[in-house]
């Protein structure tokens, strides 16, 4: 089997409501999807991030430049396919958007190899679980979105049968925030597990002060308080507080996890498969987290191929905890892949269909795909 084509897939769905966090104005959501054909007439999907830029630059990464190393190659070499491409633009790639785009011709691959050896991806990749928890991933900023309101979304999330939410805060001054987790806390009771996520948007001082008043609060975990950059500042805080610190989101590769881990800066590291370097990276990620009894726990806030190729790393992988199930409007990911990965009282199961084991929903390409 050889690939014949690479399709990127740029898609956009602009929001009826939107909603903001503490660094990013989000009125639309978008997903470049990526197909890779075969001369067997295989399929395989994967998703490229193209979070904080145009979709049209990670496109084009891959129409301009990626696609030469693929076409005419087994796909089964996915591992020397990766490392080929790695090496080959290191001059200008590394991290960034070099890396989400290769991710998501990563991922397709294993769709592939998925649907040729008719085997979910989990399954191929050493299955740890069938069925995955999943955490309610919410409370953004929202205009005329009161205090009240907020507690009131969060805890019909717990009446959905989710026992893990997350709200973000560091979008206003830090005494604001604190009523904001306050209200949500007294909302939700003592049961749940409440985390808070500040999209890296604190300086030291500010998140030392708010990690001190939510320690009270019972906080599962703290979401990239500081700049990614900063991991010494991270590895202060972490020692500093009861609280354990996740991220970042932002880094890429097994190298930038490493300094995290390194440095123990963090006890969740959260590499996103569309983002971080594709199924093949985390696996690795997961793997020095894992030597280092250190949790998986990735960021997923994109379409549903995003939400499939990260539930498959996760059920595949021993120290992953937790998939992040954002709650927010996103037709990207209700409407394309026809509600297939559902959750039933914060479960989801893994559905026993050769890999990735979704359908993308054609008419629903079409409304949202931009020229």
């Known amino acids: 089997m050889k690939i014949i084509n690479i399709e990127t897939i740029p898609l956009v769905a602009e929001l009826k409501n939107p909603i903001w966090d503490a660094q990013h104005y989000i009125s639309k959501r978008q997903a470049l999807i990526i197909r890779v054909h075969t001369d067997q007439g295989l399929t395989g999907v994967g998703e490229s991030a193209s979070f904080g830029g145009p979709i049209e630059t990670t496109k084009a990464v891959i129409d301009k430049e990626l696609k030469s190393y693929f076409i005419g190659k087994d796909p089964f070499d996915v591992e020397r396919l990766w490392d080929e491409v790695y090496k080959s633009t290191i001059q200008h790639g590394r991290r960034g958007i070099i890396i989400a785009a290769l991710s998501g011709i990563d991922i397709a691959l294993w769709d592939l190899i998925g649907k040729a050896t008719n085997k979910p991806v989990y399954k191929i990749l050493g299955g740890y679980r069938d069925e995955v928890e999943a955490y309610a991933s919410s409370g953004f900023y929202r205009e005329g979105r009161d205090i009240p309101q907020l507690a009131e979304m969060m805890k019909a999330y717990v009446d959905e049968g989710f026992k893990t939410v997350k ?14 987790v306050q209200a949500v806390r007294e909302a939700l009771g003592d049961e749940v597990d409440l985390a808070v996520d500040a999209n890296s948007n604190w300086d030291l001082p ?12 019972n906080i599962k975990w703290i979401e990239e308080p500081l700049m990614a950059d900063d991991v010494i500042g991270t590895a202060k805080l972490a020692s500093s507080t009861i609280i354990p610190i996740a991220g ?14 390194q440095n123990q800066a963090v006890y969740y590291l959260q590499p996103d498969a569309i983002w971080a370097g594709g199924i093949s990276e985390c696996k ?18 994109s379409s549903g191929v995003c939400l499939a190729a990260n539930l498959h790393f996760i059920a595949s992988t021993a120290n ?43 008419e629903v390409i079409k409304k949202y795909r931009i020229s």
Do not use: C
Not at 167 to 180: N, S, T
Not at 206 to 217: F, G, I, S
Not at 248 to 261: G, K, N, P, S
Not at 284 to 301: D, G
């Open 248 to 261: 970042y989101e932002q880094d890429v590769t097994r190298y930038a996890f490493m300094e995290l881990i």
């Open 320 to 362: 992953a905890y937790l998939l992040e199930l954002d709650r927010n409007e996103n037709p990207l990911r209700d409407e394309l892949i026809h509600h297939s990965l559902t959750h039933e009282n914060g479960q989801i199961k893994i559905p026993d269909i050769p890999g990735l084991g979704i359908e993308l929903d054609e």
């Open 167 to 180: 709200m973000k805060v560091g979008g206003m001054k830090p005494k604001e925030d604190l009523k904001r």
């Open 284 to 301: 690795k990620i997961a793997a020095l987290a894992l030597a280092n009894h250190l949790a998986i726990m990735p960021h997923v806030f």
């Open 206 to 217: 500010t998140a030392l002060w708010m990690a001190k008043q939510l320690e009270p609060l």
